[in-house]
């Protein structure tokens, strides 16, 4: 016995295009091609901020309906030269890629994102600048903090391993498969 599936539209005829399906499996469609976390750097460089990482997901440009799931779980939290950044607060990573000072400054300057901000990475090259970004985070009053990542850098990854061999772990990146590949 062979079974086979077949998905039906709202008149009951087999669907030939995309926008033959029904709008709820359109939505459901589109919110499985929401992305996953991502790692949105801020740099902040002459007194002026910018962002690396950060291009806007695409399902907030395809169509309307696209965009309406995608703006449920993105905000547009900074517009710069009319070009809004995207944060999905619950799963992307906010990296702060300047210096620890740079998350004062930064929640001074957009006092709103102090109670939205779930996950910081803070960059630090000496031992100093991981105690000043530990003052300046909670000084910050970032209420809704779940995950804090040093980003350790100049050398600071081996003075950390060796101070603190049971608590430091780096992450190896995972290689990426290589789709063309069988």
């Not at 996953?36 to 309906?65: D, M």
Request: contains cysteine; glycine residues 4%; negative net charge.
């Amino acid at each position: 016995m062979t079974m086979s599936a077949t998905t039906i539209t709202r008149d009951g005829s087999t669907p030939t295009s995309f926008q033959d399906l029904s709008i709820e499996l359109q939505l459901q469609i589109w919110t499985c091609a929401l992305p996953g976390p991502r790692i949105i750097q801020l740099h902040y460089l002459n007194g002026v901020f910018f962002f690396r990482g950060a291009p806007p997901p695409l399902v907030l440009h395809i169509c309307r309906a696209s965009r309406e799931v995608g703006l449920k779980v993105f905000e547009s939290i900074f517009d710069l030269n009319d070009k809004p950044i995207y944060i999905n607060f619950a799963y992307d990573t906010l990296h702060l890629a300047t210096s620890p000072r740079m998350c004062k400054q930064f929640t001074s300057l957009y006092p709103g994102i102090t109670e939205k901000i779930e996950s910081l990475a803070v960059e630090i090259t000496s031992e100093e600048e991981r105690e000043e970004a530990v003052i300046n985070i909670v000084t910050s009053h970032l209420s809704k903090l779940r995950e804090l990542i040093f980003v350790a850098g100049g050398g600071m990854e081996r003075m950390l391993a060796i101070k603190y061999p049971e608590k430091v772990m780096f992450l190896e990146p995972e290689p990426m498969p290589d789709p063309w590949r069988h």
